[in-house]
């Protein structure tokens, strides 16, 4: 049980980290771990034993650390299996990235189609529509701007348009037809029920990227699922739910800083990152332990 091996910590250090510390199993994810993931780490870690000392009659458990774009889910999830295992309860970390039902390039098309063809239907109901606004539409799927909420002063009709693809897409994003919360369920079954040998799935960003790897799991106490949708109402088994937070303005400012093109976000990726900071907001309140994107502990009561 894990209690017994939670009885062996007496006073917790952060340990030094190892150059091959392993990360989570996102194909090809490049995780570079700073000292702010450190810091924040090292501070969730306490309040992370303080919540399994809770489950400690249990065998096995299951936590997950979501959050928005680029907030440091991957590296601080690496952390916490790593202070984990030094710690002795043997962590590993699973990427939800791993589990949408289609390739990257096919999921970014289908999100684009949804917007774009419920967003004409909209259009249509409206009754604004008309040859001329659709050369217009036209012109503004040609330059990506058709998402612009700022288009909407120059051409009234686009309100209707953007409410119609925005409405379309919210029922997409994060559900059960976009991700496929069905196989993670059984995974997470399959974990607690102490199988000790699970076929976890491995997908890159081509059609020919897509395996499974048998991972041992009789050893195994703490599966950490690190995902943007991993406080999803979908998602069943997780015990902790642990959500590094972060405002709109914070998660736009960093995808800026890191854009290494120089290209900032698209008007249409930028409603993608909204509609899914509204779930995250909405799951906040289901969370055991928040922590803001500069550090502090935030109340779930607060959401």
Do not use: C
Request: charged share 30%.
């Amino acid at each position: 049980m894990i209690g017994e091996k939670l009885e062996r910590i007496t006073r917790w250090q952060a340990p030094a980290l190892a150059e091959d510390m392993p990360h989570g199993d996102m194909p090809g994810d490049k995780i570079k771990i700073g000292e702010e993931h450190v810091y924040k780490a090292a501070k969730i870690f306490p309040a992370l034993l303080e919540e399994l000392k809770k489950l400690k009659d249990r065998d096995k458990v299951v936590l997950s650390v979501f959050g928005g774009s680029g907030v440091g889910k991957s590296e601080i999830a690496s952390l916490l299996a790593y202070y984990l295992n030094d710690s002795g309860i043997r962590a590993y970390v699973l990427s939800g990235d791993n589990y949408p039902r289609r390739i990257p390039l096919y999921n970014d098309a289908e999100r684009l189609s949804i917007f774009r063809s419920e967003g004409l239907k909209g259009l249509v109901s409206s009754g604004e529509y008309a040859p001329d606004v659709q050369k217009t539409l036209d012109g503004l799927w040609k330059d990506e701007t058709d998402a612009d909420p700022a288009k909407v002063q120059e051409y009234p009709w686009l309100a209707a348009y953007q409410n119609a693809g925005r409405a379309a897409l919210s029922e997409y994003l994060g559900t059960s037809k976009e991700q496929d919360y069905e196989q993670l369920n059984a995974i997470l079954e399959a974990f607690k029920e102490g199988q000790e040998t699970v076929y976890l799935k491995r997908m890159g960003r081509s059609e020919e990227e897509r395996w499974y790897d048998a991972i041992d799991f009789s050893d195994t106490d703490v599966l950490i699922i690190e995902w943007t949708h991993g406080g999803n109402k979908d998602l069943h088994g997780v015990d902790i739910p642990i959500l590094l937070n972060s405002t709109p303005e914070e998660t736009r400012e960093h995808r800026r800083l890191r854009a290494r093109d120089g290209k900032t976000d698209s008007a249409f990726t930028t409603m993608v990152l909204e509609i899914e900071q509204a779930e995250l907001m909405e799951r906040a309140k289901t969370a055991r332990i928040i922590l803001s994107k500069n550090g502090d502990f935030l109340d779930p009561q607060d959401f």
